[in-house]
């Protein structure tokens, strides 16, 4: 892609030698060193096939103590690294820029320890998060987490990502529900933070540091988090709103009538519904026979089906009342919530099938939300479609433009235009999926030239040869050696 040509590779970094590769087989065995071009092509590739790296090594740790060898080799080598998890981050972090060595941490999958009093979940890195899932359920709880790349994001990559989700309007961020953790330093010191305290003001609390850090200042290779008991009584409901405004009423009613038990708030627009209509499989529109501006999937989950099913039909008789939806399905049943959340889960998929998509992942004031998006649609022509979707209840769109075919013309049209939209409206250009390579070059848009600075400072002190996911989440230019 254009982002990535414009750097260039750190000519200090070293490349791979045979004495290499003997020093990691002899530390990992064979299986642990991975050399096969086909799984290299995948590992070198991400989500949406858009940033392509040209590794020619993968290792496979299965313990801290490998992790720790492999970080302190690279380190005195100055070999870069990549950590991998589940590789379906959206920013091109995941996967190298150029032949750094990928650390999959994929093998690095057990469950530890789970305490049914308090809910506190410890498990290595590589989990997979649907994993997680099914084994809380089966002891009555839920992950405070949940998002569409479920069967593949790892809860390291999650945790890395700070990943947000569809249920962080009910449980809030993993900086909050992240206990502890266990992190290996570039030199390969391993930093047990790995608590199970709900309270522990005893001096700075690092893992916050790790927490959407982007696998730049250390790999997570243990979490211990806390998980909310499962509730019996989930619904969930469809809705169709004539335009924004109303969104944003039904949004505020939603808060003040579901109040405790509203667990999901999620919101689409008519071109994202139309995408995934025409690019999915097995999806039915809940309303074959309208056309309607915008949907809202909104979810609730408590423990008295009786008392919730009361609440969400008062909400749902006062919202057709006063105007707010035009249309409305609640499912009857598991197999019926299911579909309302594979609509609005399956977007991403879609956009991917339909061809080339510029993804923007922003914060913003939610009344100003939908300005940029109506302003975007003015600015390209009929070819490229803008959709818009995203978690209307945290005041996060994805605002996404699909066109045919990747176009620097049309993405001279969107960039900078969309970030200093942003910046002027005091949003993030990026709410929960991270900088990684795509915005590396924007942490400006955000942040002050202050704050920055700092963050390249604990950068250079936890990773002084700059080894830990090179060119990714701070500006390059701050780690050029003179
Ligand atoms: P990867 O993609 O492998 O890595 C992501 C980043 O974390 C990289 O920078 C990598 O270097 C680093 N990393 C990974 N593992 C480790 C580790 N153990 N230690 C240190 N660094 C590590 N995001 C949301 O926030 N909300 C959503 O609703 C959401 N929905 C999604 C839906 C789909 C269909 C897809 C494809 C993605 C979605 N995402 C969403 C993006 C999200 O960031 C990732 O899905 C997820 O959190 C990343 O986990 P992963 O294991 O795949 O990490
Ligand atoms: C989601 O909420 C993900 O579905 C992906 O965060 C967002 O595709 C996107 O832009
Ligand atoms: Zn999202």
Same mark, same amino acid.
């Given at each position: 892609t254009?982002?990535a040509?414009?750097?260039?590779r750190?000519?200090?970094f070293?490349t791979i030698?045979?004495?290499d590769l003997?020093?990691f087989k002899?530390?990992l065995g064979e299986r642990g060193v991975v050399q096969d071009e086909e799984t290299l092509d995948a590992v070198n590739t991400d989500w949406m096939r858009k940033y392509k790296g040209t590794s020619k090594l993968m290792l496979q740790p299965r313990?801290?103590?490998e992790v720790?060898?492999i970080l302190?080799?690279c380190?005195?080598?100055?070999l870069a690294v990549v950590p991998q998890g589940g590789n379906t981050g959206l920013v091109g972090g995941s996967v190298p820029a150029f032949d750094e060595v990928i650390v999959s941490i994929s093998h690095m999958n057990?469950?530890?320890?789970?305490?049914?009093?308090?809910?506190?979940?410890?498990?290595?890195a590589g989990c997979i998060l &649907?994993? @997680?899932? #099914? $084994?809380?359920?089966?002891?009555?709880?839920? *992950?405070? +987490?949940? =998002?569409?790349a479920?069967g593949s994001c790892q809860i390291g990559g999650n945790?890395s990502t700070?990943?947000?989700?569809?249920?962080?309007?009910?449980?809030?961020?993993?900086?909050?529900?992240?206990?502890?953790?266990?992190?290996?330093?570039?030199?390969?010191?391993?930093?047990?933070?790995?608590?199970?305290?709900?309270?522990?003001?005893?001096?700075?609390?690092?893992?916050?540091?790790?927490?959407?850090?982007e696998g730049s200042?250390?790999i997570v290779?243990?979490?211990?988090?806390?998980?909310?008991?499962?509730?019996?009584?989930?619904?969930?409901?469809?809705?169709?709103?004539?335009?924004?405004?109303?969104?944003?009423?039904?949004?505020?009613?939603?808060?003040?009538?579901?109040? &405790?038990? @509203?667990? #999901? $708030?999620?919101?689409?627009?008519?071109?994202? *519904?139309? +995408?995934? =209509?025409?690019?999915?499989?097995?999806?039915?529109?809940?309303?074959?026979?309208?056309?309607?501006?915008?949907?809202?999937?909104?979810?609730?989950?408590?423990?008295?089906?009786?008392?919730?099913?009361?609440?969400?039909?008062?909400?749902?008789?006062?919202?057709?009342?006063?105007?707010?939806?035009?249309?409305?399905?609640?499912?009857?049943?598991?197999?019926?919530?299911?579909?309302?959340?594979?609509?609005?889960?399956?977007?991403?998929?879609?956009?991917m099938?339909?061809?080339?998509?510029?993804?923007?992942?922003?914060?913003?004031?939610?009344?100003?939300?939908?300005?940029?998006?109506?302003?975007?649609?003015?600015?390209?022509?009929?070819?490229?479609?803008?959709?818009?979707?995203?978690? @209307?209840?945290?005041?996060?769109?994805?605002?996404?433009?699909?066109?045919?075919?990747?176009?620097?013309?049309?993405?001279?049209?969107?960039?900078?235009?969309?970030?200093?939209?942003?910046?002027?409206?005091?949003?993030?250009?990026?709410?929960?999926?991270g900088?990684g390579l795509m915005?590396?070059?924007?942490?400006?848009?955000?942040?002050?030239?202050?704050?920055?600075?700092?963050?390249?400072?604990?950068?250079?002190?936890?990773?002084?040869?700059?080894i830990l996911n090179p060119y990714k989440?701070?500006?390059?230019?701050?780690?050029?050696?003179?």
């Amino acid at each position: 892609t254009s982002q990535a040509t414009i750097i260039q590779r750190r000519p200090d970094f070293s490349t791979i030698s045979s004495e290499d590769l003997s020093y990691f087989k002899n530390i990992l065995g064979e299986r642990g060193v991975v050399q096969d071009e086909e799984t290299l092509d995948a590992v070198n590739t991400d989500w949406m096939r858009k940033y392509k790296g040209t590794s020619k090594l993968m290792l496979q740790p299965r313990t801290v103590e490998e992790v720790s060898q492999i970080l302190k080799y690279c380190d005195s080598r100055c070999l870069a690294v990549v950590p991998q998890g589940g590789n379906t981050g959206l920013v091109g972090g995941s996967v190298p820029a150029f032949d750094e060595v990928i650390v999959s941490i994929s093998h690095m999958n057990k469950i530890i320890s789970f305490d049914k009093v308090s809910g506190i979940l410890v498990c290595e890195a590589g989990c997979i998060l &649907e994993n @997680l899932i #099914a $084994f809380l359920d089966n002891e009555g709880f839920v *992950m405070p +987490l949940d =998002l569409g790349a479920k069967g593949s994001c790892q809860i390291g990559g999650n945790v890395s990502t700070n990943a947000g989700g569809l249920r962080l309007l009910r449980y809030g961020s993993l900086h909050g529900s992240v206990l502890g953790l266990e992190v290996v330093l570039a030199n390969g010191t391993v930093l047990d933070m790995l608590g199970t305290l709900r309270k522990d003001n005893t001096g700075y609390d690092l893992k916050h540091l790790f927490i959407g850090s982007e696998g730049s200042l250390g790999i997570v290779t243990k979490v211990s988090i806390l998980t909310p008991p499962k509730l019996s009584s989930v619904n969930v409901c469809f809705l169709a709103c004539k335009d924004y405004a109303s969104c944003l009423k039904l949004l505020l009613e939603a808060k003040r009538k579901l109040g &405790e038990i @509203l667990s #999901a $708030f999620e919101f689409l627009d008519h071109d994202a *519904m139309d +995408l995934v =209509l025409k690019h999915l499989e097995g999806v039915r529109n809940p309303f074959p026979f309208s056309m309607h501006n915008f949907y809202v999937l909104i979810e609730t989950t408590g423990s008295s089906e009786s008392y919730d099913r009361e609440k969400l039909d008062a909400f749902l008789l006062n919202s057709m009342e006063n105007d707010l939806i035009s249309d409305g399905v609640v499912a009857q049943d598991i197999t019926q919530a299911s579909s309302c959340w594979h609509i609005r889960e399956g977007i991403p998929e879609a956009l991917m099938k339909a061809g080339g998509v510029y993804k923007y992942d922003l914060s913003i004031p939610v009344e100003k939300m939908y300005d940029l998006v109506e302003e975007m649609r003015v600015r390209l022509d009929a070819s490229a479609k803008v959709v818009a979707y995203g978690h @209307l209840g945290d005041g996060n769109l994805h605002l996404n433009i699909s066109t045919p075919q990747y176009d620097d013309n049309i993405l001279s049209q969107i960039e900078p235009f969309v970030y200093e939209w942003t910046s002027k409206h005091k949003g993030s250009i990026s709410a929960e999926h991270g900088l990684g390579l795509m915005k590396a070059n924007k942490i400006h848009y955000t942040k002050s030239p202050e704050t920055v600075q700092l963050m390249a400072s604990i950068k250079k002190l936890l990773d002084p040869s700059g080894i830990l996911n090179p060119y990714k989440v701070l500006p390059p230019s701050l780690f050029t050696k003179r």
